[in-house]
Every structure is written in C-alpha cells, then in structure tokens.
C-alpha cells in the first residue's frame, strides 16, 4: 500500500441525531478519507451511510435542528492545518465549505435554465462575473465532465432538455467547476440506465487525479470497482474500513462478508 | 356476466351525468352568445354606460381587479415562500395555511360586508379602493396557497443542489426554486385573477357603480359586473340586451384569461 497517502478529512467520534429522532442515527464514527482517493461507503438501507456523506459538507443544516457531536476536520488548502467543520457558525463559513466540499444527488438535478447558466451559477456565486474567465472554466468543467463535445453547439439551450445521463454529467461539471477538494456522491448512477453509469464511472475514475471522492452505493459492483477504500456500515457504525481489494476479497469482520456476499441487505 | 353488467351500468350512468354536466354548460354558452352577439354593438365598446355602451365599465372592473392583483401576488407569493420554505411545518405555519385555505372558500358576500365596515363606511361613500380592497382580499389566499402548493413540488434536492454550490437560502429560492415553479405560480395568478374578474358581491357595497367614465377612486366607481345585476333587473328592452352584451364580453374575458392559464401550464420549458 502506498504509504504517501495524505488525509484531507478526517472523522472523529461523530454522533449525528436528526431533530425528533429518539436514537442517534450515527453512532460515533471514525473514518479517514484520502486525498485523491475514491472511498466507497457501502452498506444496507438505513445503515447511516448518506447521513454520514451529508454531514461531511454540513448540507443537514438547511434543515433545523438536527445535532453533531465530535469532529469533522478539513485540511486547508493555505495553511494545511486540519479544521473541525462542525465549529462553522456563519452563513459564509458555510459557503466557503460547500465550495470546498461538493455534491451530486441520486436524481439529476439541472437548474431551470441554460446549460452554461446551470455550470455558471456556482461560479457567479463565487464572485467570477468576468465573461470571459466564466467562459473559460465553464468549457474546462465541461470538458472535464467528458459532457462538452455533446453540448457545445448547445449551450444556450435549456438543460431540463438533456438525458438523465447528461444532466447527470451537468450536474458534475457544475460542481468540478468551483474546483471543490472533495465531491460527495450520493447514488449518482442509481437513476440511471447501464450506459450512463458507466460513463459516469469512467467520468469519477477521472476525477481522482485532482479531487477526492466519496461515494454512496447501493451496487457492490460499483464500489469494488471504482474505489480504492471502502467502508462499511451498519446500524450507524462503521463496521469495516480498509483498502477496497482487502475489504472485499478478505474481510476482516464476519458481518461485512455476510453482507459483501448477499446473505443480507 | 354480474359483473358486466354492472360495467355497463355504471359506464351508462356516468355517461349521462358527464353529459347532462356538459349539456347545460353550452346550454349557458350558446344562449350567453346568442343574446350577447346580437346585442352587441360596435357603439358597446366607445361608449359610456350613460350612453348605453361598456367602456367605462370594462376600464373600472380592470382597474380595480389591477390594483387588487399588483398588491396581492408580491404579498400572496411571499406568503407563499414564507409556508414553504422558511416556516418548518411549525404549529404557527400550519395554522396559518388551514386558515389561508379557509379563506379561499369564504363566501364573497362576507368579504364585501367587511369592507363596506372598514373602507366605505368611516368614509361615507362607496369608493373605488374598497371595491380593490375587496377583490385583493378574494385573491390572497388563492396566490398563497398556489405559491405553496407549487413550490411543494420542487424537490428538495434542487434546493440542497443549489445550497451544495455555495448558493445561500434566499438566492436559491428566488433564483432556483421560484425558476422552477414559476409555470404554476403564473398559472395560479392567471387563474386567480381570472376569478376576480367575474366577482360582484364584493363589488355591491365597495366600489358600487358609476354610469360616468372616471378614474377617481375616491367615488363611486364603475364595475362590468355589477352593472350587468343592475341592468338585468330594469323593465327596459335596451338595458337588458345591455346586460346580455357585457354579460357576454365578460365570459369571453374570462374564458381566454383561463385558455392562457392552461397553455401555460402546458409549455413546458417557460
């Protein structure tokens, strides 16, 4: 195992209880995630996998009361010191992270406008208002999200038009466009016929040169063979975490091959 | 063969009943275009109710249904949002909306005595702006609870896509999810509006009536409505072809603001 690997966040002792809830649906989880990895969280329905991925770029506050304990830090790019995310307070700490930390849904979900409006908007939000540097990260992300070829020549159309594959690779170009440090993906392909998702694969393969990835899956499949680490839940603990081959060709826990094999889920 | 039988009855059955539904609707267009076409004049259009024509009146139920419609909707959609998006299924937000739903089904009779005791009678005279105040009152819990409903049907997930880019609360409202719902928060006003048009007793005691052109809504102010109540009860021949002309252009207003109301709701990508 290559040994350089360098965390870029790291989870400690996290409990997340959602507002009403009686039991904790994370339990004190502790898990490392790489930089320029892609970490696989695996896992049954309503193991706390997508509770613990949407913690990691706080996007549970837009709804109230829902409460942390422990830490979430994030290394920063300036000072590289590691940041506990869970102390963030204000409106534009929260911004700040959202660019740092972005997301992509289960559903495809294209703004109601123009394709390039949709890749513009976390840019303009940033502050970038120049045409022409907006012009230019926009092809970049396009072009990184392997989408470009396909709507050039429609850039001005509106992206409620495309596939659900395309608007799927929108939707990632849109958020590789604010050079994020880590994507969170939620069931990206979930949605999505055998030939999007593959090319959605590929298109996450691709990214890791310059981002970190999380992803939650559903399909072991895809997690084995698109992740260098895996993690697995249950019940809101983390019940294995390790190098993805490891986890799943020798795991070290009983219930992970139970589940790995199909003998529940 | 029970069972067939029973098919046939309750597909005979609903039949008639759709028919008979269907039937005195053209029975009340055909009549409503028959009466109204041959009353109609070009002298209908130019001229003042003093002198037997409309125009007046169609500027006064205009005027006032505009003024009640700019107040409203920026009131209704904010009230909207505020249910939606910013109230957290609270107690206070959902009495808010039961009584906002109630309101939509209160009798308009009840809204105009209401008026007439807060805006006509410290006054003195019926006037213009309690007839607006009365159609707005009409209108609000219509446009609240369209807003609401159609803003409903954005996913969530836009919203959190919008926030996962850095976008704040109220930029990805107005920006984003009033973007997406804009098709049924414009048919809601349309159709809103459409319902306004047509009311009178709102208007009997408000605004009343006025047989002059005037823009003064400080007086008496003219209404298409209640002038085809009042014209419809008079002796004479010429004010009741009168009443069957605007009775007419009436219905055809309302049915066109409501054939736009559903092709808007139709084209998609708006």
């Known amino acids: 195992m290559n ?36 970490t696989a969280m695996i896992g049954p329905s309503g193991c706390g996998k997508s509770t613990l991925l949407r913690a990691l770029n706080r996007i549970h506050d837009l709804y109230p009361g829902c409460k942390y304990d422990g830490e979430i830090l994030l290394r920063s790019n300036t000072t590289g010191e590691m940041n506990d995310i869970l102390k963030l307070r204000k409106e534009n700490e929260f911004i700040k992270l959202r660019q740092q930390v972005g997301m992509i849904f289960q559903k495809p979900t294209p703004f109601p406008m123009s394709i390039y409006d949709n890749v513009a908007y ?39 038009g495309m596939s659900g594959g395309q608007q799927q690779r929108l939707c990632i170009a849109r958020s590789v466009a604010l050079k994020p ?36 899956t559903h399909n072991m499949q895809q997690a084995s063979r698109l992740s260098d680490y895996t993690t697995f839940m249950y019940l809101g603990d983390i019940i294995e975490f390790g190098p993805t081959e490891e986890v799943f060709l020798n795991p070290r826990e009983k219930l992970t091959e139970d589940y790995i094999t199909g003998r529940f889920g | 063969m029970n069972r067939l039988l029973l098919n046939k009855i309750i597909l ?18 055909v009549t409503l275009t028959y009466k109204g076409v041959a009353s109609l004049q070009l002298t209908t259009f130019t001229h003042d109710l003093v002198e037997g024509g409309i125009r007046n009146l169609l500027v006064g139920q205009f005027t006032m249904a505009g003024i009640a419609t700019l107040v409203t909707v920026p009131l209704g959609v904010m009230a909207g949002i ?25 009798p308009s009779i009840v809204i105009g005595v209401f008026v007439f005791a807060f805006l006509v009678e410290p006054f003195g005279t019926f006037n213009g702006w309690a007839g607006a105040a009365s159609l707005g009152i009409m209108m609000l819990p219509i446009i609240i609870s369209t807003t609401d409903n159609m803003l409903a049907l954005v996913p ?33 006003i349309l159709l809103s509006f459409a319902r306004i048009i047509g009311e009178t007793a709102p208007l009997l005691f408000t605004s009343s009536n006025n047989q002059f052109f005037t823009m003064d809504m400080n007086s008496q102010f003219p209404s298409l409505t209640v002038s085809i109540y009042n014209l419809a009860t008079y002796p004479d021949e010429a004010s009741r072809n009168l009443a069957w002309a605007a009775s007419f252009v009436l219905t055809a207003i309302v049915l066109f603001i409501n054939l736009v109301g559903r092709f808007v709701t139709r084209s998609k990508h708006l």
Do not use: C
């Open chain 1, 181 to 216: 440090k880590v994507l969170l993906f939620d069931e990206p392909t979930s949605a999505l016929d055998p030939i999007s998702t593959a090319a959605i694969e590929e298109l996450i393969s691709e990214l890791k040169k310059d981002v970190t990835v999380v992803i939650v």
């Open chain 2, 156 to 188: 969530k997930e836009l919203r959190e896509a919008g926030i996962a880019l850095g976008g704040s609360k109220h930029k990805i409202i107005l920006q984003i999810v009033l973007q997406a719902a804009k098709v049924g928060v414009t048919t809601g």
């Open chain 1, 122 to 160: 976390g840019l303009r939000l940033s502050g970038i208002k120049n045409k022409g540097e907006l012009d230019g990260r926009i092809e970049k992300a396009l072009k990184e999200a392997a989408i470009w070829d396909e709507v050039k020549n429609r850039l001005n159309d509106s992206a409620m």
């Open chain 1, 3 to 38: 040994t350089t690997q360098k965390p870029i966040m790291e989870i400690k002792d996290l409990r997340f209880i959602y507002p009403g809830a009686a039991q904790p649906t994370l339990k004190g989880n502790n898990l490392t995630i790489y930089e320029n990895q892609i």
């Open chain 2, 82 to 106: 505020y249910l939606r998006e910013y109230g957290n299924a609270t107690r206070v937000t959902s009495i808010i909306r039961n009584l906002s739903d109630i309101m939509t089904s209160a």
């Open chain 2, 12 to 29: 005979i059955l609903s039949t008639l009943s759709a028919f008979v539904g269907i039937g005195f609707l053209f029975w009340i267009l």
